[in-house]
């Protein structure tokens, strides 16, 4: 079967044109409803079912777009936003694709607009053909910022299917990916009192209280990593990172007030809500001796650890397709929230994370004709 490459630019170039930044930063934040418009009308005319879902009146929506009918068959899911931009670093316009050197460079090629043309020409063949199982595509919003997306499916379900697997078309270089960590992004504030530096005792420093807690922090690190170990991670451990802090406003006066921000990346097995639990726990006793209030927030809601097992189905047909072993990942994805639907699922897509989330973000061409072959294959085999 032939790679129609000018078809697959196309789409590709159109879907690089529409801006859909989504931030947590305001000024940043876009809708992604034209993205979503121009894949349902792409879809229909290809002759799925296309359900666009808004989210509440953000101005960000879903889609599900199907063939055929009944229970199991395949959902291959991307999202439609993209991270926010350096203009200035970049060779070329963002929204413009551009091909150097057989790549196709623009904002959001590899990290994911261009696994959802892949779908569009791997399903092609089989229009004609009646489809034993269903094949959905879901095309989500705000991955790159709250999940918003992924999550609304994740409670409400894919009305009329209960699909039995699904592959995430980030870009893992058409390797498998079984397993990735979870990700906690928190923030703690420290209410002291402000005071001239003098006399401690006209203040309380809320940057006095705030060393003790990151200390806390750090012992906390140091436990988690003693007690979980995965050997097929890269990084073993699970990781805290100290991210930011801010507090005070010159050295003559004592500090009122602090906030630290902070992320977690946590090992298939452990539980996000556990650890936020665990955290409120020690840090209470700092706030009751030093007398200050503290505060735990979360920055965003945060993604669950993902694992599939070796041995799943789904696993172990992709690493045939592939040739390839099922590998881990650091970084997080909607794969929880698939799972969450009651489906095996497998993260597999073109293109390097390495080239995501930075100027001059590129998709090799080389590698989209072998993702077109790997999506027919799975089409075969889990809906025809």
Request: aromatic share 6%; charged share 20%; with cysteine.
């Amino acid at each position: 079967m032939s790679f129609d490459s000018k078809g697959y630019i196309n789409h590709l170039q159109q879907l690089v044109a529409i801006p859909s930044v989504s931030c947590g930063l305001p000024e940043w934040d876009m809708s992604n409803q034209k993205v979503i418009d121009y894949l349902a009308n792409v879809f229909g005319d290809l002759g799925f079912n296309t359900r666009v879902l808004p989210l509440g009146e953000s101005g960000k929506a879903n889609l599900i777009a199907s063939l055929g009918t009944g229970d199991g068959g395949l959902v291959l899911a991307g999202h439609s936003d993209t991270v926010p931009y350096d203009a200035n670093r970049w060779q070329s316009d963002p929204f413009q694709l551009n091909e150097r050197d057989g790549k196709l460079y623009g904002l959001g090629a590899t990290d994911m607009k261009g696994f959802f043309p892949v779908i569009m020409a791997a399903v092609k063949p089989y229009l004609d053909k009646p489809f034993k199982h269903p094949l959905i595509v879901l095309a989500t919003a705000d991955e790159e910022s709250s999940m918003s997306g992924a999550r609304a499916l994740a409670q409400e379900g894919i009305a009329g299917f209960k699909p039995r697997y699904a592959v995430i078309g980030e870009p893992t270089g058409l390797v498998p990916i079984r397993a990735h960590k979870g990700i906690m992004m928190e923030a703690i504030r420290v209410r002291g009192k402000s005071g001239h530096s003098s006399n401690p005792a006209l203040g309380n420093n809320a940057l006095e209280a705030m060393n003790q807690v990151m200390s806390s922090l750090l012992q906390l690190r140091s436990e988690l990593q003693l007690k979980y170990r995965d050997p097929g991670f890269a990084v073993q451990t699970p990781t805290l990172n100290l991210g930011c802090i801010h507090g005070g406003d010159g050295a003559n006066r004592i500090c009122g007030e602090c906030e630290l921000h902070f992320d977690l990346r946590l090992l298939p097995g452990m539980d996000n809500d556990d650890l936020r639990a665990t955290i409120h726990q020690r840090l209470q006793p700092i706030a009751e001796i030093s007398g200050t209030d503290i505060v735990f927030s979360s920055l965003f809601d945060g993604v669950d650890p993902f694992g599939e097992a070796e041995n799943a189905e789904l696993v172990k047909v992709c690493e045939e397709l592939t040739g390839n072993r099922a590998d881990t990942v650091a970084f997080a994805t909607e794969a929880p929230f698939m799972q969450q639907l009651g489906m095996q699922t497998l993260i597999l897509g073109p293109g390097s994370i390495n080239q995501a989330h930075q100027p001059d973000e590129f998709i090799p061409l080389d590698q989209i004709e072998p993702a077109i072959n790997i999506v027919r294959r799975l089409i075969e085999k889990y809906c025809l």
